[in-house]
């Protein structure tokens, strides 16, 4: 096998064929031409036009509103996640932020802890009887008794903190950017990273992260879309579009009381999601009818 032969290895096999056959002829014809520089333009052009045939078509979901519970809508919603019958939430701004324990059927908070003026609170995350919360630009993290809110340790972190999320073995950290931090759940210190690309386009401003049947749900920041990621290539699998689920024009700072956290019920399979400030938190099924256009 040719050594660029390689390149086809991941086409589908009805256009490997052609797709060679295709290659070999354009490689003869360059190479009638004696300048080197036109057979590099040659190459080029071809397989920038291999990389169009290859890109996928990611699908786009919609929703159905199953059921609408309150929320607190002074809480800036930074971190949510779902265990043992109730939501866990970090809520964010400085001197107002704070770690909760929510009945969900009524929003009551049952139990919560400041984090006083000194820190802007971001995502968190249970990992056995412990939870974990990171701060924006402090890089500074804390450990929490999950069942009484004792702060047990700290840790600390280049760079900002934005969400959290596991699997059995890891857990996932966002911070703005495109990248995934992989962490070790014992030490909480990065061991490798997943680099998330929508047909290879870094996707930017990851936020709140969620654990999903083998994926990683991630609110993007400012927009109504959650993308499903593949953590094991950082591929974005599926978008789902949550325009008109809640008209947050109408609340004080519309600019920034934005889509933020997402919840998972593993053993019902119920999906919960939220936003900043929001006075619902809505559970949904996802559809494959698209929203229409807003």
Known sequence: MLESDAHFRYMPSNMQNSSKAMFHKTIISCLAQAHTRK?????LLFFSSCSLVQAK???TYGFKIIHRYTHDPLAYTEGLFYQGGYLYESTGQTGQSYVRKVELETGKVLQQVS???AYFGEGIVAWHEKLIQVTWQGGVGFVYDLKNFQTLRQFSYPGEGWALTHDSKHIYMSDGTAELRIL???????????????N?????????LEWVRGEIYANVWLTDRIAR???TTGNVVGWIDLRGLFDHQSLADPNDDVLNGIAYDAKHDRLFVTGKCWPYVFEIKLTTEKPAKT
Request: glycine share 6%; net charge negative.
């Open 229 to 231: 990621i593949d953590p």
């Open 115 to 117: 984090l006083g003026s």
């Open 57 to 59: 078509n990611i699908p």
């Open 200 to 208: 290879g386009v870094p996707v930017r401003n990851l936020n709140e």
């Open 184 to 198: 070790d759940p014992d030490t909480l210190t990065k061991t490798a990273s997943i680099h998330v690309t929508d």
């Open 39 to 43: 057979f590099c333009v040659c190459a």
